[in-house]
Nanobody, 129 residues
Framework: EVQLVESGGGWVQPGGSLRLSCIAS????????FTWFRRAPGKGFERLAT????????RYADSVKDRFTISRDNAKNTLYLQMNSLNPDDTAVYYC??????????????????????WGRGTLVTVSS
């Protein structure tokens, strides 16, 4: 069974940092591209960052590219999102998602949620003073 389990969310003050993790099981983790999304209250899914199977190609949304870093450890079947300089607009539930194919998605497709066939349940990040 394919499973993705996020962790690392919580409450943080503005300007703070958090590192999210996503542990994968039930498939060959190292063969797939992954993306971190978030969903703020009352809003749709926002793509944040994508990393290819080997971890050498990372693509970021403009809203986070100078603050967030996506990474992966294929030996540990784990995906990460390091988030720095957090602000209240970053408050959301954060999800990791597995791309449906072993090939890489083209950039224009990255934000389409339907191309990701496995999602975690999410971890809540709250940024407030």
């Amino acid at each position: 069974e394919v499973q993705l389990v996020e962790s690392g969310g919580g409450w943080v003050q503005p300007g703070g940092s958090l590192r999210l993790s996503c542990i994968a099981s039930g498939f060959t983790f190292s063969s797939y591209t992954f993306t971190w999304f978030r969903r703020a209250p009352g809003k749709g899914f926002e793509r944040l960052a994508t990393i290819n199977s080997g971890g050498y190609r990372r693509r970021y949304a403009d809203s986070v590219k100078d603050r967030f870093t996506i990474s992966r450890d294929n030996a540990k079947n784990t995906l990460y999102l390091q988030m720095n300089s957090l602000n209240p607009d970053d408050t959301a539930v954060y999800y990791c998602a597995k791309y449906e194919r072993q090939s890489e998605p083209i950039s224009s497709q990255l934000s389409r949620t339907e191309i990701y066939h496995a999602w975690g349940r999410g971890t809540l990040v709250t940024v407030s003073s």
